[in-house]
Structures are given as structure tokens and as C-alpha cells.
């Protein structure tokens, strides 16, 4: 039913940020990174966004899949997918990836946490969305009946099993959860709004079906019974920062 949704389009890097929320995020990060650092790989850097900004304090590499991404990288860089990627062992400082495992497949994943501990001398630093109820976002194709997640997240991650992930070779020695709280729909009345009244996530963005590639996304007109369920969460639907962020140390 869900299939990866594309990364490799302009018009995606270049809208990115509107909200100045990768500055505040940026701030967390530097004041994440540990004394002594001098070599990063930015993992999934994307448009490097953030890496163009670390890449003023530090020696950094940025990695991603996606060439057009990685044109608005200005240091240096590697086209890789981040489950194999061509460097040596314990070869940076720190490993460093920016809301990218989310969007990893299980047996991708599961490579690329390898890779990460591989690479990393020191340190891994990882920042993902914190505990998202990923149906609260499916998104419905009108064309193909296709439900997937507008942003391709396939993962949802706690700090308990991000541990479990880095555990062993790593421990964790720093955390926290940050940014703006986002209401998560309670689960069964997502249910009776999905399934009942076919009222899905209104897209704020550019979204293409990974099935169709239909890219007209109406606006969701709510009924009745939608109306009903979206006014019941507002009054029980709990609240969560946005990020969570985990620093591993090598043991
Ligand atoms: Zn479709």
C-alpha cells in the first residue's frame, strides 16, 4: 500500500525552512556536539540546510542519496545511500543524521544503524520526530485510493528504542525533546475519521502519490462525522514536542 515517496525534486529542497525551524533546530544541535569534535558526516544531510551552517565551525561531509539535494551542499560531499556508504572505519568524529532514519525501510534501517557505528570514532548524534503517530498524517489519493505519509515516514521512533537501535557498542549520554507540541489524534477516533467518514490529513504541501503520481491534493472538506471526531481530540489528544534528540557515546 505505501510506497516511498521521492526526495529527488527541486521544488522540495528549495521550500524548505519557511518557518525558521531548522535555525532553532541548529542551535540544539551545536549544542549537542561535544568538545574535541573537528570531523562530521552529516547522514541524509538533504539540502544541507543544516550542514552548510556546521560546516562554518566544522571539517564536515554531507551525505545523501539524492543529487539534486546535494547540489545545495557547498562543502564537501558524497552521493551514498546510508546503508552502504564508501568510507573507512571509525573515519569521523562524529556521526551525525537529521530526521532521516524515519524514512527508512526495516532492513535499510537496520543497515544503516551498522554503517553509523561503523563510521563513527566517537560519537553518534541522532535527531528524529519524537514519537509520531504516523496515520495522524496518511494522506489519501483521490485518484488511486492510495494511503501513504505526505513525507515518506515509515518509522516512528522513542528514546527507548532508539537505545535499543545504537545500544551495545554505544551508550546513550545525552537526550531531550524540543520544539513546538504538536496534538496527536487518539488513535480510534483517527480510525472513525479515516475509515467512517473518509476524511484523511489536509496537506499543507506539495505532495506527489508514490502509486499514481497524481499531484492534485484538494483540500479535505470535513463532515459531520469528521467534525465530530477532530472536536472530541482537541479536547483529549495529548500534546508532544516535535524532536527528540540522542547522543550516543562509543563505550
Ligand atoms: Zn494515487
Sequence with gaps: MKKIV??????????????????????????????????????????????????????????????IALSYVKGKKIVSSSDSIPVEDKSFDMVFSSEMLEHLPDEVLSKTVLEFKRVARKYILITVPNHE???????????????????????????????????????????????????????????????????????????????CHNDHFPKEKGNLISKACNLTNRLIGTKREYWLFALFKRK
Design 6 to 67: 521521492s526526495f529527488d525534486r527541486p521544488e522540495i529542497w528549495e521550500n524548505y525552512d519557511t518557518e525558521n525551524s531548522i535555525t532553532r533546530k541548529t542551535a540544539i544541535v551545536k549544542e549537542y556536539i561535544p568538545d574535541g569534535i573537528n570531523t562530521i558526516i552529516d547522514i541524509g544531510c538533504g539540502n544541507g540546510i543544516i550542514t552548510n551552517i556546521l560546516n562554518e565551525e566544522y571539517n564536515i561531509t554531507g551525505v545523501d542519496l539524492s543529487p
Design 133 to 211: 503517530h504516523l496515520a495522524t498524517t496518511y494522506v489519501k489519493c483521490r485518484k488511486c485510493s492510495n494511503v501513504f505519509h505526505p513525507y515518506g515516514h515509515l518509522q516512528s521512533f522513542t528514546l527507548t528504542n532508539l537505545e535499543d537501535l545504537f545500544s551495545g557498542e554505544f551508550e546513550l549520554i545525552k537526550s531531550g525533546k524540543y520544539g513546538n507540541k504538536k496534538r496527536y489524534y487518539n488513535p480510534l477516533l483517527l480510525s472513525i475519521k479515516n475509515k467512517m467518514a473518509d476524511r484523511w490529513f489536509d496537506v499543507q504541501s506539495s505532495v506527489v502519490c508514490p502509486n
